[in-house]
């Protein structure tokens, strides 16, 4: 026992407080800007971080995976705030969506996760490597008007953004953040290179925050053309836990509204938070896997904690986990860590928090993206063959246009196409042949022949020509469908009007004659 404690302390301290401390610097700003995109108080959005990263770290079965408010729900909470029109009331919708994933991990329903492709899962992480770099372009250079938090691409180019704004764009950009940008990036890059691993003495993030924090000073103090406004700097009110909520049990039953949202928001926060799980797993270089059962109970457990106290839905979320990977992270004590971090912080130092420049946290989260999304990855998927790289490429597309959900879905379709498609051509063999003037075909059922090839025997057993002989042989069958032995016993009655001489190989005819 004594030597267990010892070595997760060492591993904490060597690891795990490192890469909490990493990761509860991008986990901070992204609370508040989530909170922020939802319609729901700043405090809401702290509590969710401060929730998934102490309760459901602990009880999570992941090792890497780290849980907060996520982007891609900030659309249907804020709709569910707005239409109930009592953020009181819609805590009551968080509940019911942390007992809905309560109760599917329960019935074990968690196992859907491992149905999802190994291209649709790579998508998925480029794709949000992609909007990661992109929607942290405009704070790297200091422009500080974007709704850097909300999903979709395609926001990017709406009004409210970047690129909407192109005529205005230089009088919010500032000298001091592209300085703090481009010296984080060199730092960082530097400090991933093998051979700099030695000289490694802090985390990088950490070392580029702390250069951050000092080089505001430095240009406050001196009254530089170079410093930095307000808005491009972290901003937590001094008292930000005096406004929370709590919920309000007496309109539980008051509106279908609350469960249906309820319902909504858990499947999504559930198909999300597996898909997030599975990415995790894959970036886990000692290939451990989650027991995805297990996390859904954690998730559940979570969101009930966080509609009783006040805070907004809770996932998994990928961009903490890789950030988590990134720096080292080993054990759940680093999403515990980050927890116990982001409780302090908001509690001792937020007067130290609010010197961190938006412009170091955007270089950490510029690296992380790349790392998501390198063009080894797009190589290296293009060479296993289009079968691999359309649903790859399908579900980055989507991804960047929609959202995350609608994107693996249709990754998925595409994927299933393929099956399907090679599913068609895999199952039976057809060989033609003569024998004394007399056409003769034998078709060959491989192992597994299912409903998914009912058109094309259909098609195959019609065009065999009249006075010949025909085989099917399912001797090696493992498995018929009924609907694939109901066509060929149909079959049978039109072979013998067409002079067709039909022999069956391990293939049982069935009744057809109630067929309608």
């Not at 009331?89 to 991990?105: E, K, N, P, S, W």
């Not at 959900?405 to 060989?431: M, R």
Request: aromatic share 8%; charged share 15%; with cysteine.
């Amino acid at each position: 026992m004594k030597r267990t404690i010892r070595y997760y302390r060492i591993i904490w301290l060597k690891h795990d407080l490192p890469a909490g401390l990493s990761v509860f610097l991008v986990a901070l700003p992204l609370c508040l800007g989530i909170a922020l995109a939802s319609g729901a108080p700043l405090a809401a959005g702290l509590l969710s971080g401060i929730v998934g990263g102490i309760v459901v770290g602990l009880i999570s079965g992941s090792q890497l995976a780290v849980s907060g408010p996520a982007a891609g729900l900030t659309t249907i909470v804020a709709a569910s705030i707005i239409s109930l029109g009592d953020y009181k009331i819609f805590l009551l919708v968080v509940m019911v969506a942390g007992l809905f994933q309560l109760l599917l991990g329960l019935l074990k329903l968690g196992a859907i996760a491992n149905y999802f492709p190994s291209s649709v899962i790579k998508g998925m992480l480029a794709a949000i490597g992609i909007i990661l770099i992109l929607k942290q372009i405009p704070l790297a250079l200091g422009y500080d008007q974007p709704d850097f938090w909300t999903s979709g691409f395609l926001n990017l180019f709406s009004s409210k953004h970047f690129l909407g704004n192109i005529g205005e764009f230089y009088h919010h950009i500032t000298r001091g953040a592209i300085l703090i940008t481009l010296f984080s990036l060199g730092i960082l890059i530097v400090l991933q290179h093998p051979a700099a691993k030695k000289f490694k003495i802090i985390p990088a993030p950490l070392l580029v925050v702390v250069i951050g924090i000092i080089t505001h000073i430095v240009l406050t103090k001196t009254r530089s053309d170079f410093s930095l406004k307000q808005t491009q700097l972290v901003n937590i009110p001094a008292n930000i836990f005096a406004g929370i909520s709590l919920p309000d049990f007496s309109k539980l039953f008051s509106t279908a509204e609350i469960w249906k949202d309820g319902l909504i928001i858990g499947l999504l926060a559930t198909l999300e938070t597996l898909l997030c799980i599975e990415a995790i797993d894959k970036l886990d270089k000692r290939n451990r896997i989650t027991p995805v059962n297990r996390e859904l109970v954690a998730q559940g457990i979570g969101n009930v904690i966080c509609g009783l106290v006040g805070a907004i839905p809770i996932t998994a979320v990928v961009v903490r986990g890789a950030a988590n990977v990134d720096a080292g992270g080993r054990t759940k004590l680093s999403a515990f860590t980050h927890g116990l971090f982001l409780l302090l912080a908001v509690l001792l130092m937020p007067f130290l928090l609010n010197k961190i420049p938006y412009a170091s946290l955007a270089a950490i989260l510029l690296v992380t993206g790349f790392n998501l999304t390198k063009p080894k990855l797009y190589r290296n998927m293009f060479s296993l063959g289009w079968k691999q790289f359309i649903p790859f490429m399908f579900t980055i597309i989507v991804i960047l246009a929609t959202d995350l959900l609608i994107g693996v879905s249709i990754g998925l379709l595409v994927s299933i196409y393929f099956i399907i498609q090679n599913n068609f051509k895999a199952e039976y063999k057809i060989t033609k042949s003569q024998q004394g003037g007399i056409d003769t075909e034998y078709i060959k059922l491989n192992s597994n022949v299912t409903f998914l090839n009912k058109v094309k025997l259909r098609k195959t057993l019609d065009e065999v020509t009249e006075y010949s002989v025909l085989t099917i042989d399912g001797s090696d069958c493992n498995f018929i469908d009924y609907d694939i032995l109901e066509i060929i016993s149909e079959y049978h009655g039109k072979a013998h009007e067409r002079h067709i001489e039909l022999h069956l190989k391990g293939i049982e005819k069935v009744n057809v004659t109630a067929v309608h």
